[in-house]
């Protein structure tokens, strides 16, 4: 059985809540990323920041990058899987909330992303297909 640990990308860097969006993009481009996690003063997940919402939710409403904080976007509670989860949980989670990207959770604590990429490295191809399948349908 693969789990979500084994698929990960290990790892993963934080934005602070209180970093700039430009500071964000920075980040992404240096990782060679579409997505960071959100962090509070507490260490702790609060959200994720992609490289699409600072397009969509800043640049594209006149909004300064460097004004504007990786909090600002945050929104509700970002979906997780446990580190233990088995690859259909992952998938089904991914699917139910149709996102590309998903934080794995240990004790609280971000261990690391799972990204489609991941997906394709550690799963079949019947089940990457079906993955893309349901997240590109119609919400």
Request: with cysteine; proline share 3%; charged share 30%.
């Amino acid at each position: 059985m693969t789990t979500a640990r084994e698929i990960m990308h290990k790892g993963a860097t934080c934005i602070q809540e209180s970093e700039t969006l430009e500071a964000a993009a920075r980040k992404m481009k240096d990782l060679d990323v579409g997505a960071l996690p959100v962090c509070g003063e507490d260490d702790r997940l609060h959200g994720i920041v992609t490289d699409r919402d600072i397009v969509v939710k800043c640049l594209a409403k006149g909004k300064d990058p460097r004004a504007v904080t990786a909090g600002a976007l945050e929104q509700g509670k970002p979906i997780t899987v446990d580190a233990s989860a088995d690859a259909d949980q992952v998938i089904t989670v991914m699917e139910k909330h149709k996102i590309r990207r998903l934080p794995v959770i240990e004790n609280h604590r971000l261990l690391g992303m799972i990204s489609e990429a991941d997906l394709s490295r550690h799963l079949s191809e019947e089940q990457v297909g079906q993955f893309v399948e349901a997240i590109c349908s119609a919400r």
